[in-house]
Nanobody, 121 residues
Framework: VQLQASGGGLVQPGGSLRLSCIAS????????MGWYRQAPGKQRELVAS???????NYADSVKGRFTISRDNAKNTVYLQMNSLKSEDTAVYYC????????????????WGQGTLVTVSS
């Protein structure tokens, strides 16, 4: 199973970006999908997550500015980022947990390759 993230780039403070992440391969099921980020010199942190039933969880630092959503039929998760700040600059990674068809009894966790978001004037 592979996760392919896209949508990063350079944006001015106050601007918006939308990240997308598609899970593909021998998927049996996908449960929680989420976005993490890692800024230079800092640990990777959870930004937002969404379960298969639509329940969401956000880091305090992004509440009210970021919105996570997903399309279960497409195994895709999105992150709409508004009112971006310089401190949002980081590499954003998508993550998912689920099961693949090779052995549906074993829970798996998958990571995407990361997409860089730079907020700067």
């Amino acid at each position: 199973v592979q996760l392919q993230a896209s949508g990063g780039g350079l944006v001015q403070p106050g601007g918006s970006l939308r990240l997308s992440c598609i899970a593909s391969g021998r998927i049996f099921s996908v449960n929680v999908m989420g976005w993490y980020r890692q800024a230079p010199g800092k640990q990777r942190e959870l930004v937002a997550s969404i379960s298969s039933d639509g329940s969401t969880n956000y880091a305090d630092s992004v509440k009210g500015r970021f919105t996570i959503s997903r399309d279960n039929a497409k195994n895709t998760v999105y992150l709409q980022m508004n009112s971006l700040k310089s401190e949002d600059t980081a590499v954003y990674y998508c993550n998912a947990d689920g099961r693949d068809v090779t052995n549906v009894l074993i829970p798996r966790n998958w990571w995407g390759q990361g997409t860089l978001v730079t907020v700067s004037s």
